[in-house]
């Protein structure tokens, strides 16, 4: 009996019911349990599908930003990034997201890769159809088939037409993907069927009235809030009883940095706590919230993630006054680019390291280290860096923060040259 067989006749699980004290005790059975893991006491806060016995963490985990072998490329670390998952497995993080595009296409691999370990019942797989790479309607079948044999499955737990917005919409009307999708549901290959969103709330009243969904996936975060009007979003899918899923509670990291005045602010207020960690406490205290992703890439994300949803502490009056009063008008004085680091712009055909650039502009801004700006920014190469932009434009329309990027671009070529003559 092969390693699989062994840990899929050892468990007898019903699909969806709470799985992972099982899981690991048949990992440690078969003697497949990690043994560089610490044995884990804390399980992460579950939430309940509707009325159903299907639970889901209150903390998933992002498959797009995965430790990587090399800075500058998107391989992926196999061995660290197996670790991570191991350990948050170990806490009850059964929630795994990907996308046929994220980590150049590899994190479907990956992850079929690393569940492969673990029984199928014990985990739940979410992936997403790439509506603005389809070309054709037959792409939609194509690439759905290719996702299901990368990630080594025959169904995926919960399923969404990735990045709907007013560009993306009509394609995935006239190639009936939602049809599709529907089709794949009826046959058992689905289980949820969901979208992830990047537009406005008017948009969004658009495709919820389109169809019947079972889930929605939206940024939220307490900066974004009321800039980037999440709340209106939260209360359109709440009206319409659809459950929501997470993403970018940490703004694509800027909500773990954040500027002195706002880092000083949330210190005072609970000085044991990360800065990320009200990040991930405020976007998981409100109800409607199935799941809260997180795109961990490294070791100690992970261990923070958990420590702060074992079990949730909701965030109290007082603290979410704080977060969207005080501490929000204090990160927005830096003015940081809202660059989330998403990488939908990517590749630029003039080799332009966009996230890159305003990874290191904004950690400027924050904390005005121009030495560091200057190390980083050179590192880059005169080829890759802001002045390489040729204004194409080509990057604007697939940005979902509606970054004018060009601009952005000029703006920060024009402060590296100034600081650099100094
Ligand atoms: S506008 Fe600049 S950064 Fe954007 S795709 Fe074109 S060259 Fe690249
Ligand atoms: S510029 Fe926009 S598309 Fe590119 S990584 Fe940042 S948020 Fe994503």
């Known amino acids: 009996m092969n390693r699989r067989d062994f840990l899929k006749s ?29 044995p884990s006491k804390e399980k992460v806060s579950r939430r309940r599908y509707k009325d159903t016995d299907l639970t889901l963490p209150l903390l998933g985990f992002g498959l797009m930003r995965l430790p990587k072998l090399r800075p500058n490329d998107s391989k992926i ?18 929630y795994f997201d990907t996308a046929y595009m994220y980590h150049g296409g590899d994190s479907e691999n990956f992850a079929g890769e690393a569940l492969s370990d673990y029984p199928r ?47 993306s919409w009509p394609k995935a009307v006239k190639f009936k993907v939602w049809e599709f999708l529907r089709q794949q549901q ?29 889930f929605a996936q939206i940024q939220l975060n307490y900066l974004d809030w009321t800039l980037y009007r999440s709340r209106e979003q939260y209360e359109i899918l709440t009206a319409k009883k659809i459950p929501i899923i997470i993403m970018e509670p940490l703004k694509g990291g800027m909500l773990a940095r954040m500027n002195p005045e706002a ?38 994300q ?36 809202a660059c989330t680091g998403c990488r939908y712009c990517m590749p630029c055909p003039a080799d332009v390291e966009i996230p890159k650039i305003f990874e290191i502009y904004n950690r400027y801004r924050a904390r005005k280290n121009r030495d560091q700006f200057l190390r980083e920014y050179r590192a880059l190469g005169a080829d890759c860096d802001a002045s390489a932009c040729v204004s ?31």
């Open 263 to 300: 880092r000083r602010i949330l210190h005072q207020a609970d000085p044991h706590a990360s800065i990320a960690s009200w990040g991930i406490r405020y976007a998981a205290s409100l109800p409607n919230v199935l799941c809260v992703l997180s795109g961990m890439s490294a070791a100690d």
């Open 10 to 38: 050892a468990l007898t699980i019903a699909a969806f019911a709470p799985v992972m004290k099982l899981a690991a005790g048949a990992m440690a059975a078969a003697g497949l349990a990690p043994k560089q893991e610490p």
């Open 186 to 214: 009826k046959e058992g290959k689905i289980r949820k069927l969901g979208f992830s969103f990047h537009d406005t709330p008017e948009f969004l009243q658009t495709i919820v009235s389109a169809h019947e969904w079972d």
């Open 77 to 94: 670390d196999r061995v660290a990034a197996k670790k991570m998952i191991a350990r948050a497995f170990a806490s009850g993080v059964n």
């Open 121 to 167: 019942e014990s985990y739940l797989l979410a992936s997403k159809m790439p509506v603005g790479m389809l070309k054709t309607p037959a792409d939609t079948e194509r690439i759905f088939r290719e996702q299901l044999a990368k990630c080594r499955t025959g169904y995926f737990d919960f399923y969404l037409l990735h990045n709907l917005n007013r560009s």
């Open 392 to 422: 194409c434009g080509a990057c604007r329309s697939k940005c979902p923060q509606h970054l004018d990027i060009p601009k952005e671009l000029a703006a920060i070529a024009k402060t590296f040259a100034a600081l650099n003559k100094n």
């Open 302 to 337: 992970v261990e923070d993630n958990i420590r702060t949803l074992s079990p949730l502490r909701e965030l109290t009056e007082e603290e979410k006054k704080m977060l969207l009063g005080r501490v929000v008008s204090a990160e927005r004085k830096s003015a940081a680019i």
